[in-house]
């Protein structure tokens, strides 16, 4: 199963959604792989911290070639997750020309819910004539917020699917950063290891159905 993390708006929690996933899916025993597709290195260099991410597989591949590393690599992998560049590149086609399952993040802001529509305009265009399963999941927010329950209405009415489950802004996300960890290592019974642990049940349950899609 591939999951590419992709949105066109650089600071939407990409790589910090990515990571933490990867990591959560390996402390299951999930064995996963990460590739850090985003030539700003930000996998890479949480990688280089003391925590190493706790171990989990990486891989640096920040060009148009990042599906062959994808399809080369998923025999090896029970999941692999693919962190993109927030910026409209080749790269960012490659990563979802290859992907099982697309996931949008998006902050409860008008400006990014915007760059939000653009990424999913990408994706109905079609890539290698097929449109991937796509779910947006909204980040940074602040719980009971206006205007992220504003946000999540709009992209409710406007027909845009999203998970219920949200990545809030919490502090513990950036302290575990400093160590080149997630919360689910550095504090595994926390609120923030509970969202992240929420996000990829969520995920899991989509599982079957992006296979039967791509079957």
Request: proline share 6%; with cysteine.
């Amino acid at each position: 199963m591939v999951v590419t993390v992709a949105s066109l708006k650089g600071g939407s929690g990409k790589t910090t959604l990515a990571c933490c996933l990867a990591v959560h899916w390996h402390l299951q025993g999930r064995a996963p792989l990460l590739i850090d597709a985003d030539p700003q290195r930000s996998a890479m260099r949480l990688a280089e911290r003391p925590r190493a991410l706790g171990g989990v597989a990486l891989r640096e591949q920040a060009d148009a070639d990042v599906w062959k590393t994808v399809e080369d690599s998923r025999s090896r992998y029970g999941v692999i997750l693919v962190d993109t560049p927030g910026f409209d590149s080749e790269i960012t086609v490659s990563a979802l020309a290859a992907a099982d399952l697309v996931l949008i993040p998006v902050k409860a802001s008008p400006l990014d819910v915007d760059r939000m529509m653009d990424t999913v305009r990408i994706l109905m265009s079609g890539v290698r004539g097929w449109t991937p399963t796509f779910r947006c999941v909204l980040t940074q927010t602040m719980r009971g917020s206006v205007i992220a329950r504003h946000v999540r209405e709009e992209l409710e009415a406007s027909g845009f699917p999203l998970l219920a489950s949200e990545m809030p802004n919490r502090v513990a996300f950036p302290e575990a950063g400093l160590f080149g960890a997630t919360p689910s290592l550095m504090m595994p019974e926390g609120l923030a290891s509970r969202d992240i642990a929420a996000i990829a049940a969520e995920v899991e349950a989509l599982f079957p159905a992006t296979r039967a899609l791509c079957a």
